[in-house]
């Protein structure tokens, strides 16, 4: 099984290394990669370290529409990804594939009898 980091409402899987395809997102100009970004407050998902991002629609085709986030491509030892709201985590050498794990309301749960 591969290694599974969970940061707010992303998921961040390890996966098989595999060079970068599709889109380039590229870093800002301060160097940081952001993975996501709270609609709400803000706050941002971030690797302060240098990683490659690619999004490629074709490796995500087992993840539910809207979810797929991207992959990142992790080069030196470690990267760290941080949040203001979560505990940061140290994403070792390797390619993970970024997806948003799905918020269910109330209205969506149902019951179910056998």
Request: hydrophobic letters at 40%.
């Given at each position: ?73 992790v080069e030196d030892a470690s990267a760290r990804l941080v ?32």
């Amino acid at each position: 099984m591969n290694s599974l980091f969970a940061q707010g409402d992303l998921l961040i899987e390890h996966v098989d290394d595999l060079p970068p395809s599709g889109s380039i997102v590229a870093a800002l100009p301060d160097g940081v990669t952001v993975l996501a970004e709270g609609e709400a407050t803000g706050h941002r998902h971030a690797i302060h370290d240098r990683v490659a991002m690619f999004r490629d629609d074709g490796l995500a085709r087992d993840i539910p529409t809207g979810l797929y986030v991207g992959h990142i491509r992790v080069e030196d030892a470690s990267a760290r990804l941080v949040h203001d709201e979560h505990a940061a985590i140290e994403l070792p050498r390797g390619t993970y594939r970024v997806r948003r794990q799905r918020e269910l309301e109330p209205k969506d749960a149902r019951i179910v009898i056998d």
